[in-house]
């Protein structure tokens, strides 16, 4: 039987031993009275790490996005974001149905925004009108093939955002491929936004975990919101210790997903209908489209399972493939071999 091929995200790692290891060996305590070591070693690390005040764990990076536009925002509010983001397309409307804000949903380019089209977007005061409070910015981008936002947009948005008294949170996701791909600094990138979201168990390969960090005021305030929705854990060191093991041992070997990614999206452009641009692939991500070949999204995954190769639809046409700890340099090629034997 063939070794499975997990490409359907970077989500699907599992803890390495050392890693169970260190989790099994923490120090732990009663997180929501904040007596977990660990906890608090980790939300201390972080904070400095962003060069922000403090930090707030939680069990997902949608809760954390949640957290912070329901800490940002008042109901009846209006948030910005970009059309194919996460927080919009993947978030179960939590916005509105819990911070209860509007969305202002603006097509980008890859997911990324332009500072004009923000600017057109941000509302000017009015009676009649909801007031735009918070824009938020996704980096790397999911359904952009792992777009980077560029710093020097983030820095023209931010200018803008100031000027209009907008304040700015970053899901940040994936924001160590970012890093790791540009050698910015996790605060260089954090610099330009009041809160940022990152976690643990995407590339970093933890098994549960996302952390958000702002001022120690919005921290404050966003624990709150934390335990309204139920997220108050209780010796959560355990995870915490795999978190920051991830910081230690999993950020640079980033970069040998990355390249699995570009390999095997120079393999697919050699299938004559399957359609993707290599050149897009910055990070981890690698959409790519097969409606030239008369096929569907749900059509290739399949047979792609059949070889025990696991991928996801992405859209009716467009296919999905993450590189993450979970694959290797062979099981792209592999992934590759049989994409030629069975499409090209």
Known sequence: MNRIVDLRSDTVTKPSEEMRRVMAAAEVGDDVFGDDPTMNL????????LHKEAALFVPSGTMGNLLAIMTHTVPGDEIIVERESHTFNYEVGGAAALAGVQINPIPGTRGILEPKQIENAIRQPNVHIPQTRLLVLENTHNRGSGAIYPLDKIKEISKIA????VLMHLDGARLFNACVATGVEPKDYARYFDSVMFCFSKGLGAPIGSILVGEKSFI?????????LG?????VGILAAAALYALDHNIERLAEDHANAKKLAHEISKIPDFDVEPEHVETNIVVFDVENAGLTAEEVVEEMSKKDILLVPFGKTLVRA????AVDSDDIQ???????ELFD
């Open 334 to 340: 592999r992934t590759a071999d049989v994409m030629h």
């Open 220 to 228: 404050e305030k966003a624990h709150r919101y934390r335990k309204m």
């Open 322 to 325: 993450v590189t993450s700890l």
């Open 231 to 235: 997220g108050g854990m209780r010796q």
């Open 42 to 49: 980790l939300q201390e690390r972080v904070a400095n790490l």
């Open 162 to 165: 100031r000027k209009h008294e």
